[in-house]
């Protein structure tokens, strides 16, 4: 499976991944109520700080929101309709923020080390037949997938613009579809290879 994991060893590497999801739901709860357009452009500042503490390989990475322009554009578009540009600005900048941490968290913590983190969460699920490995599993591969998809986008937006020179927008939805199926395919055989999602507990 593609992964943007980062190869190259960092500080944030080192911390565990429990604390790294912790600190991710905190911040996303702590920055949903407020609409202030100077604390979200500091949160956005800070999350792009962590990225140039991380490397230039991380920084490589904040091109993966290119794709998300036009969506930002509109949802401030109609917030300026409604007569709250201010807040509209700030939604988009908490948007941005708060893909990028998402993002920082995915590229620096394993799979494994995701799963380890999510599982005792899930235990619960067990007294339903469900196993919390498998559902670990599935938590861990949906937020490493978000970042990929959008590196996706990115990918046959250059593709088209190279052929036409022209951004390719909504005439990329077949192609990306196409794309994300035969991701998913290939993502199930590994899986099935490697004898299918996990019944029980890491041993």
């Known amino acids: 499976m593609i ?11 080192a911390v565990p991944a429990g604390w790294k999801l912790l600190a991710l739901a905190l911040v996303s709860l702590l920055v949903t109520p407020f609409d202030s357009l100077p604390l979200m452009g500091g949160l956005l500042a800070a999350v792009l700080a962590l990225y140039v503490s991380l490397g230039r ?6 091109v993966l929101l290119r794709p998300m322009i036009p969506l930002l554009v509109l949802l401030v578009g109609l917030h300026w309709w409604t007569g709250s540009l201010a807040a509209g600005i700030a939604m988009a900048l908490r948007l941005l923020a708060m893909i ?21 969460i899930l235990r619960p699920l067990a007294l339903f037949g469900l196993s919390p490995r498998a559902v670990a599993l599935m938590v861990a ?11 996706l986008w990115e990918a046959l937006n250059e593709s ?20 994300t199926l035969r991701l998913s395919h290939h993502t199930a055989e590994a899986l099935a ?8 507990p890491r041993r």
């Open 141 to 151: 591969m949906m937020l490493r997938f978000v970042p990929l998809l959008f590196a």
């Open 100 to 120: 990028l941490l998402a993002n920082a968290v995915t590229m620096t913590t394993r799979m494994d080390d995701m799963m380890d983190a999510v599982e005792p």
């Open 160 to 179: 088209w613009r190279a052929r036409t020179g022209r951004r390719g927008g909504w005439r990329l939805l077949a192609p990306f579809c196409i794309q």
């Open 193 to 200: 290879a490697r004898g299918g999602a996990p019944k029980g």
């Open 57 to 62: 390989a991380a920084l490589r990475q904040v």
């Open 3 to 13: 992964s943007l994991y980062l190869g190259e060893r960092t500080w944030a590497h």
